[in-house]
């Protein structure tokens, strides 16, 4: 059974239609790149699995999207708890203007965890599993603006974990960050990969090839070729994705 | 840059203008221009602060001893007692023996203290005349009757203006707080689109709606309302004014702080939501903390508004210049004062200039929420950097 599954999906913002009828499916414990040009509908894809699109007003969805088998737009879903399975890192790190300690914990406290204990020890599993506790252990108390960028990406990460997630959503979590900072997270990726199922929109292709075991190439809100990373980037059948990924277009 | 200065410089001019009136309250002797008070030649009283005049004639003070002087009954004597020693005949037909009668009175009686017209002070006259002190700021400040017009020396105390006017003005904001933050969050977070883009130009039509009217409907709603609700012999208390400036707070309130809570960044929104937290919980973690200084900011200027009115609060809260100790007493606050008396008083008299002083700490007063409402705004954007 797949992790994620979704059949005939249809995305209106309003009139405009941002996604064609795309069917996709991602198998537990790896990690999916979603690739293709800007407003191409990856990132509405991306959103639409934690119903992060339900913040705008006036859209509209058919199709079914199953999570562990469970359809998560059905009408009992609650909204809340899908999002503490499916964490979400942004194309911005966007720390609250809290502790760093305060920052991890948010998650926590948020689901009502109040035990002091199982927080400190969930918000320093977190830290340490993005390899972020040597930097920060002596500054938890310090505001999060205090951390580079990179830094800052990782406690988001760190945060979006501590609140034990299966699904991590990553929107092109490296475009505002160095190569150094960028590496380490991809590092970071292929480290959660076992436990954690990723899906990555990223608009550099050789962080596709280096991170992705599979690769869906989304193009005009349509999903036009979808197989294993190695396939789309060697062999595509789909002219269109190879001049994408050749750089002919993009 | 001239509009600019221009501006400036009239601003100057009239804070300037006002402290130079209000000044001279405390250059003046609190005793009406052309009257005199006088006792006995052999007095040894030579000087009365303006509060111990107060209370010799409210007989509070009967004897000469508490004053320091000889134990001798204060006897007190106004002009119109006269009739009551002499008779008519005595006095002439056009009142020409008058100074010759006070004169005569105040010499034989030790104890006396005499309040009469500088006309009537014969021209060797044989009492001794008492000086008066000017009032001191401490006293004008803190007194707590206000009687500018009082016979024989003016009662210039102000504390009971000055709490009149914070008790309407914190009970607006009790009520306006609550209620205007509410709305903000339901106009920010909450509503559609749509409903915002009606209601937010309704509320904003709020604020420009006459304090008059404002005050109208206090009067024929409200005030009633409070009267039967509590069942008081009154309505007009100070209940009535907070609600009244309540409702004219409430679209400065609202609207500053939605636009405070609008600012508040998509992706910390975003970062809250998608960590499971609900809505409600990302509102009042997420969106009221990163707006704090800007709700701060609209209660304060709430608060300026509420302080500074003047129409709709004389109308409701029944006027009554004593310190009130619940909200549903009758106050008198410091403009609806300044509304209500400058017409009566004299130009350039004590009266006129107190008012003016009155002016003065009102101006102080809403200064220093500006100065408030600075100081927050600025820590505020200064924390998000």
């Known amino acids: ?250 | 840059m001239l509009s600019s200065a221009a501006t400036s410089i009239t601003v100057v001019l009239i804070v300037f203008f006002l402290f130079i009136e209000g000044a001279g309250v405390f250059t003046k002797k609190p005793i009406e221009e052309g009257f005199l008070l006088a006792v006995h030649s052999t007095n040894p009283i030579q000087k009365l602060e303006p509060s111990q005049v107060k209370d010799i004639f409210d007989q509070k003070i009967t004897n000469w001893k508490q004053l320091g002087g000889k134990n001798e009954p204060i006897v007190l004597f106004r002009t119109e007692d006269i009739t009551e020693f002499y008779s008519e005949a005595e006095l002439g037909e056009n009142f020409e023996h008058f100074p010759a009668k006070i004169d005569e009175y105040v010499s034989k009686t030790p104890g006396v203290i005499a309040f009469f017209s500088d006309k009537y002070k014969a021209k060797n006259f044989h009492g001794k005349e008492l000086e008066i002190n000017k009032i001191k700021i401490f006293e004008f400040l803190s007194g707590e009757e206000w009687f500018p017009t009082a016979q024989p020396i003016a009662q210039m105390g102000v504390k009971a203006l000055i709490y009149g006017t914070l008790w309407v003005s914190f009970g607006a904001i009790l009520l306006a707080l609550p209620i205007g933050l509410a709305a903000a969050i339901y106009l920010s977070e909450i509503a559609r689109k749509r409903t915002r883009n009606i209601l937010k130009p309704l509320i904003e039509l709020l604020a420009g709606i006459p304090s008059v009217v404002y005050g109208f409907f206090g009067l024929v709603v409200i005030v009633p309302l409070i009267q039967s609700v509590f069942g008081l012999p009154v309505g007009e208390t100070g209940l009535a004014g907070s609600i009244v400036l309540a409702i004219m707070a409430l679209p400065t309130i609202i609207t500053i702080s939605e636009d405070a809570m609008r600012t508040t960044p998509r992706a910390m929104k975003e970062a809250s939501l998608a960590l499971g937290a609900s809505h409600w919980q990302t509102i009042y973690k997420v969106t009221i903390p990163y707006s704090a200084s800007g709700i701060t900011a609209g209660a304060i200027l709430g608060i300026g508004r509420a302080i500074g009115e003047t129409m709709a609060v004389l109308m409701v809260t029944g006027n009554a210049a004593i310190i009130p100790h619940t909200l549903l007493a009758p106050l008198r606050t410091i403009p609806a004062t300044i509304a209500a008396e400058l017409g009566e008083a004299a130009n350039g008299g004590l009266h006129y200039q107190s008012l003016f002083a009155l002016g003065c700490i009102l101006f102080l007063i809403t200064f220093c929420i500006n100065m408030l409402v600075e100081l927050v705004t600025n820590r505020g954007s200064h924390k998000k950097h």
């Not at chain 1, 894809?45 to 737009?73: A, H, K, P, V």
């Not at chain 1, 951390?147 to 991590?168: E, F, H, V």
């Not at chain 1, 929109?201 to 992705?212: E, I, L, Y």
């Open chain 1, 1 to 250: 059974m797949h992790k994620i599954e979704s059949k005939n999906i249809n995305f209106y913002y309003g009139e405009t239609q941002a996604l064609h009828d795309v069917s996709l499916s991602m198998k537990e414990n790896t990690v999916t790149a979603l690739i293709g040009p800007s407003g191409c509908g990856k990132s509405t894809y991306l959103r639409l699995l934690n119903r992060m699109n339900d913040l705008i007003d006036n859209t509209n969805l058919t199709g079914s999207i199953l999570i562990d088998g469970q359809d998560i737009y059905a009408k009992n879903t609650n909204v809340d708890d899908l999002r503490k399975n499916v964490g979400m890192v942004f194309q911005k790190p966007n720390p609250f203007p809290k502790s760093i300690f305060e920052n991890v914990a948010y998650g926590l406290k948020v689901n009502g965890i109040t035990d002091k204990k199982i927080i400190e020890e969930r918000v320093i599993t977190s830290i340490e599993q993005v390899a972020l506790w040597g930097e920060v252990k002596d500054k938890l108390k310090k505001s999060a603006f205090e951390l580079s960028g990179g830094q800052q990406q990782r406690l988001c990460i760190a945060r979006a974990l501590a609140i034990q997630p299966s699904i991590l959503l990553m929107d092109e979590p490296t475009s505002a960050l160095d190569p150094i900072s960028t590496s380490k997270i991809e590092e970071l990726i292929y480290e959660l990969k076992n436990k954690y199922t990723i899906v990555i929109v990223t608009h550099n292709m050789q962080q596709a090839g280096r991170v992705s075991d599979t690769t869906a190439f989304f193009y005009m809100g349509e999903l036009i070729e979808y197989d294993k990373t190695k396939t789309i980037f060697t062999k595509p059948s789909q002219k269109q994705t190879e001049d994408y990924i050749t750089g002919r277009f993009g």
